[in-house]
């Protein structure tokens, strides 16, 4: 039987910064500006709060790693931010491109003397730190799982505010132009040459429909680049799907470690589950948020066209390994199509439920909801990993937690998802691993320092990890226990 994997997990720019004399600052990301940007904290669209004034896991690397080891914890999932290995374009570097029929990319050829152009643009600096933080996890006898694009990405890849002013003249509009599906084939191929041998598990994304969700259809819930661009946004969710089978291809010239990628799956429930167009609503959120990345990376069904009407296209099938993100359900009604190119959105989440809830209160199911507002739902993680797991690829869930600065609704809420996952193993789905979001409190993007989801509480004056206890000896019981 494969051993199954407890950890923790954390992104870069949620967690790395906060050095008291700011040398390890990353002003090189997209959300760096976003978050400082004048009109988005005069419009409350951030909060204010700046990176730079975090929790330092940067220095602090090994302090987190003895605390995840102290829970006996086995596994430990980070991010290698591309702003730190390349804070310069990469566009110099020249490579081979191929295109199938639909003109889509079908090849990158990173040569071997492309790869050490890369290593010459690469910060030192960067690559030694993490392959010294690698090391560390290796040393302390973590399987390392390492994911290489989480929402942020470099400045000059993606500039949002840029791209919010002027959409058609910015030159850095991320994932919304082909030529960074390229540049970031280079930046994997590039780490697995270089970590390959520390890094047991890659994943190319983290949660990519919530870029396209709230950076191309929400402009008002404060993600970059903040705009309503329907069209932008299915270039997006191509362009990803594109990018992730590429570095899937570029990673395995290096390693044969499982390349996976990390979704964000939501159980979508009807409001009336007697009504055919809440049912229809609910079907639909299914496909467009879930299915979709599904269908294409593991089926090689791609909807091009977002219409409902997929293409096989076998080289976009490419993917050894699911991740699931869960924190809660939707619960949805029918609304008519909101946009012409997307005639799938067709509905909208029912306030109380899910994401939509009231900061500290319950649902009208008299579900509590967290600090953020979010409904607490085991059962959905069972019913979106069971999703997942159709799919014939093994299945990790990769982050699960509670915005609960009290430590109230957390002890709870980890025993009630853990069982979630003794069921699904008992009932034959195949799960190997459960990652809690998260060991330490950290930046919550928009949210800045208000949300804690940390085992560990952070003083942000001396940046003491401070142990909520109950959660803390709730979470190394059940690992004890373990799952069988």
């Given at each position: 039987m494969v051993s199954f994997h407890w950890g923790v997990v954390q992104s870069a720019f949620q967690f790395e910064m906060g050095d008291l004399?700011?040398?390890n600052v990353d002003a090189r990301t997209d959300w760096w500006h976003w978050v400082r940007d004048p009109f988005n904290i005069k419009n409350d669209l951030v909060s204010g709060d700046l990176p730079?004034?975090?929790?330092?896991?940067?220095?602090?690397?090994?302090?987190?790693?003895?605390?995840a080891k102290d829970l006996g914890l086995n596994a430990y999932q980070l991010t290698i931010e591309w702003s730190r290995i390349f804070p310069c374009p990469t566009w110099g570097v020249k490579v081979k491109v191929e295109r199938d029929s639909y003109g889509l990319i079908k090849r990158v050829k990173v040569t071997k003397e492309a790869l050490e152009e890369l290593d010459a643009l690469a910060n030192r600096r960067e690559v030694e730190h993490y392959s010294a933080v690698l090391r560390n996890l290796k040393k302390l006898g973590f399987t390392t799982f390492v994911t290489l694009n989480?929402?942020?990405?470099?400045?000059?890849?993606?500039?949002?505010?840029?791209?919010r002013s002027d959409f058609e003249g910015s030159r850095a509009r991320g994932w919304v132009d082909e030529r960074n599906v390229v540049e970031f084939v280079k930046f994997s191929a590039y780490s697995a040459w270089k970590f390959g041998e520390l890094v047991d598990f890659w994943a190319t994304f983290d949660e990519p429909m919530v870029t396209v969700e709230l950076g191309y259809l929400a402009p008002y819930v404060g993600w970059p680049p903040g705009i309503l661009n329907p069209k932008a946004a299915k270039r997006v969710i191509i362009n990803q799907m594109i990018a992730h089978a590429r570095a899937y291809e570029a990673i395995k010239e290096h390693t044969k470690a499982p390349v996976g990628i990390i979704l964000n799956i939501i159980p979508a429930y009807p409001l009336n589950p007697k009504d055919e167009r809440d049912i229809k609503a609910a079907e639909n959120y299914d496909y467009f948020h879930n299915r979709l990345f599904l269908e294409a990376l593991n089926r090689g069904r791609v909807d091009l066209e977002l219409d409902f009407n997929p293409t096989r296209i076998p080289h976009l099938e490419r993917n050894d390994w699911i991740g699931n993100n869960y924190y809660t359900r939707e619960v949805v009604r029918w609304v008519e199509p909101k946009f012409e190119e997307l005639p799938m959105v067709?509905?909208?989440?029912v306030e109380g439920y899910g994401y939509s809830g009231e900061p500290k209160s319950v649902s009208p199911d008299n579900n509590?909801?967290?600090?953020?507002?979010?409904?607490?739902y085991p059962g959905g993680l069972y019913d979106s990993t069971a999703?997942?797991?159709?799919?014939?690829?093994?299945?990790?869930?990769t982050e699960n937690g509670v915005a609960d600065s009290k430590d109230v609704l957390r002890p709870r809420y980890i025993e009630e998802h853990v069982r979630e996952v003794r069921k699904?193993?008992?009932?034959?789905?195949?799960?190997?691993?459960?990652?809690?979001?998260?060991?330490t409190d950290n930046y919550e993007w928009a949210m800045g320092f208000k949300i804690r989801f940390g085992l560990y509480e952070v003083d942000l004056i001396t940046r003491e990890r401070i142990p909520r206890r109950r959660s803390v000896e709730t979470y190394r019981k059940v690992v004890e226990e373990g799952v069988e």
């Open positions: 004399y700011r040398r730079e004034e975090g929790i330092n896991n940067y220095e602090l690397y090994e302090i987190d790693h003895r605390l989480h929402q942020t990405l470099p400045v000059w890849v993606h500039d949002p505010l840029w791209t067709s509905f909208v989440g509590p909801t967290s600090d953020f507002g979010w409904e607490v999703e997942a797991a159709g799919y014939g690829r093994p299945v990790y869930i699904l193993i008992e009932n034959g789905i195949d799960v190997r691993g459960y990652f809690h979001w998260a060991l």
